[in-house]
């Protein structure tokens, strides 16, 4: 599934056009009227030649979220091993990726009725050095080649209808229907702090509103402030799990407290 096309949008109240030749046209005029230069102030931070370019930040932005392809698997094992396993070093960090690897190729395949996902936020400006994986004699019929990305992702994401972490439902442990799980959000070191998780969280709330869910839930590490304050500036609320109730939690490693969260999902 393609992401939505971008485009551009203006609230009621704004006087700007919706044409961004007729913003180029008035600042022209406003020229001609006052002279070339441009007079500004050093504490604005900020150029009045900058403001054509803000209103076109979706016509050529640096991160574009999209659906993971067969090519990024790798990738997308790399960034989610760096993020939370940090401390491993080699083999035991290669055979944490060739896992993680393993997983994802068989994680496209989901119970009846279910959806996934896996989302990646691409870093468009970077260069995407590819390389390729040879299996067998090229001159043997069962011979693959294998072509994987490396060097453009910059975050990841993984949303489902699987509910494998939601507490089940009546006296016979039904799973869950109607709530979108999000998990394994990650974010390469370096690109931290660009807003990449957001773009993530939000553009898995449409895919949870696209399959029809009235929910989203996930779990973050209590430890996690910059974390907790994401998802709660995303409307997501910690719920207070029952005392001696044992909801299902993710494992990622031993002696970590998660928090329970959910929000409604916008109709918008």
């Known amino acids: 599934m393609m992401p939505p096309a971008l485009s551009l949008s203006r609230s009621p109240s704004s006087s700007v056009s919706s044409s961004p030749l007729d913003y180029v046209r008035r600042s022209a005029a406003v ?3 006052h002279g070339p230069s441009f007079a500004y102030k050093p504490a604005a931070g900020v150029c009045y030649a900058s403001q054509a370019v803000e209103l076109l930040p ?14 990024d698997c ?18 035991m960090d290669l055979v ?26 691409v870093n468009s400006s970077s260069v995407n050095n590819s390389f390729n994986i040879e299996c067998g004699d090229p001159r043997d019929a069962g011979f ?19 509910a494998d ?13 109607g ?19 957001k773009m993530l969280v939000k553009e898995a709330e449409a895919r949870a509103r696209s399959w029809g869910c009235r929910s989203m839930a996930l779990h973050c590490d209590v430890n996690n402030l910059a974390a ?21 939690e993710p494992k990622i490693s031993k002696g970590v407290e998660y928090s329970f969260m959910m929000k409604l999902v916008s109709k918008i």
């Open 228 to 248: 907790l304050c994401l998802y709660k500036k995303q409307g997501f609320r910690c719920i207070r799990v029952p005392e001696g109730a044992k909801w299902p």
């Open 31 to 33: 020229v001609r009227r």
């Open 74 to 91: 790798w990738e997308v094992a790399d960034t989610h091993c760096s993020s939370f396993f940090p401390g491993y070093k080699f083999p």
């Open 165 to 177: 972490y939601l507490p089940r439902r009546g006296p016979l442990k039904q799973r869950r229907t």
């Open 144 to 162: 693959q080649k294998y072509n994987l990305s490396r060097g453009s992702i910059a975050g990841i994401l993984t949303v489902d209808t699987v």
């Open 179 to 197: 709530i979108a799980y999000i998990a394994n959000v990650a974010v390469r070191k370096e690109e931290r702090r660009k807003g990449v998780a």
């Open 58 to 71: 979706s016509l050529c932005p640096d991160i574009v979220v999209r659906d993971a392809r067969l090519e």
């Open 96 to 121: 944490l990726r060739i896992d993680r690897y393993i997983a994802l190729l068989s994680g496209f395949s989901v119970p009846p009725g279910c959806m996934r996902t896996c989302l990646v936020a």
